[in-house]
């Protein structure tokens, strides 16, 4: 039996980009590349997803060409011969298969720790050298150091529109480098680059506005981000609407064309008196295209069910409630991560009702690309 999924099989379309529904697969940090190259592995994997119906993949985080800018073994470069290569086969792999493909670009900040490839010796770059409030790592970046990232960022996005993908993601969410600039608690500079909020998107909004020079008008620009950290979950950017307002507008006025409201759980209200969550929010603030993302398809969210939990597995949910919020264009765009890490199949089997079909995502899904 087929469900009525509603809007989430229609097409979406905005500037240079068509695809061909509304679902997203959400980046995911996967740890397959030996020397920072994506292989035929890679390629494959992609490439299923693709096939398996999902109009939008976002790439794992890519990092950009800046010595500090990794802070994991094994993550893909976006940046030398080599690892564009390997990009380049994995776009034409999407293509073939009817999909379309963003890379995330990434620069972890204050996250990376010193021994880490591909420059062992070379500490995390942050704001103020801070990994969290009060917790000192790495060094604080230099106005020398923070145009260097900038022309990393615009270096990488014109990389991407040359060998294909179909926009970028840059990732601003989760505490890491431009997260670490939003945030109060890792940004302590007394310079144009902290104090007020104005002050501690400037560096964001000097990377967005780098990357729209070297792509041009038509390349879709999505800006991920967050109000949770890794670092703490109880986080917050905002606590209102208003301010919510005075910290997006700057970025879609620099170029942003996609919001992408990163959250654990897409259900969850941003504020009190409203059923909006930061998607929905973000939207009807900005009038902009929304990605919402967090445990779709999932009873558990992302961090508790992967990281922080010994269950084996989660159990699926229902998504009623996403079709709901859909129909009434909270958001445009919805992310599904770990759904779609366990089975490439899983938007098909949900199109089709065959959710006894459907794998349940287990942690051993983790240690392999499949």
């Known amino acids: 039996m087929t469900m009525n999924l509603g809007p989430l099989f229609e097409p979406f379309e905005l500037k240079s980009l068509t695809l061909a529904n509304r679902v997203a697969m959400a980046p995911m940090t996967r740890n397959f590349s030996p020397n920072n190259v994506p292989g035929d592995d890679v390629v494959d994997y992609y490439r299923r997803r693709a096939e398996g119906g999902v109009g939008l993949l976002i790439t794992e985080g890519t990092t950009v060409n800046h010595a500090a800018a990794n802070g994991y073994p094994n993550v893909p470069a976006f940046h030398g011969t080599e690892a564009l290569a390997g990009w380049k086969k994995v776009v034409d792999a999407v293509h073939e298969a009817g999909g379309k493909i963003f890379p995330q670009l990434w620069h972890v900040g204050a996250v990376r720790k010193e021994g880490v490839e591909p420059e062992p010796n070379v500490p995390g770059y942050s704001p103020s050298g801070l990994f969290a409030p009060g917790k000192p790592n790495g060094r604080a970046m230099s106005k020398g150091d923070i145009d260097d990232v900038v022309k990393a960022f615009a270096d990488a996005a014109q990389d991407a529109k040359a060998i294909g993908f179909d926009g970028v993601e840059i990732h601003g969410a989760h505490g890491y480098l431009i997260d670490q600039f939003f945030w109060e608690g890792t940004n302590q500079r007394e310079d144009e680059y902290g104090g007020s909020m104005a002050n501690r998107q400037r560096f964001a909004i000097e990377i967005i506005e780098a990357v729209r020079e070297r792509v041009g008008p038509d390349f879709p620009i999505m800006l991920r981000f967050s109000q ?7 986080a917050r950017l905002v606590d209102s609407p208003e301010q919510l307002e005075a910290f997006l507008k700057p970025l879609a006025e620099a170029g942003v064309d996609i919001f992408h409201a990163s959250t654990r759980r897409f259900w969850e209200p941003e504020f009190e008196g409203s059923n909006l969550n930061l998607a929905g929010w973000t939207q009807k603030l ?21 990281f922080a939990s010994k269950q084996e597995s989660v159990e699926q949910s229902g998504i009623d409630e996403l079709v709901e ?7 445009e765009l919805i992310a599904v991560g770990r759904a779609l890490l366990q089975d490439p ?26």
């Open 228 to 234: 949770w950290k890794q670092q703490d979950y109880d």
């Open 286 to 306: 900005t009038g902009i295209p929304t990605m919402s993302v967090g445990s779709v398809g999932l009873t558990d969210d992302f961090i508790s069910g992967t």
């Open 325 to 331: 919020r859909m129909n009434n264009r909270e958001f």
């Open 345 to 370: 199949e899983w938007l098909v089997k949900v199109k089709d009702g065959r959710l006894d079909d459907v794998k349940p995502f287990a942690r051993k899904s983790l240690t392999k690309l499949y």
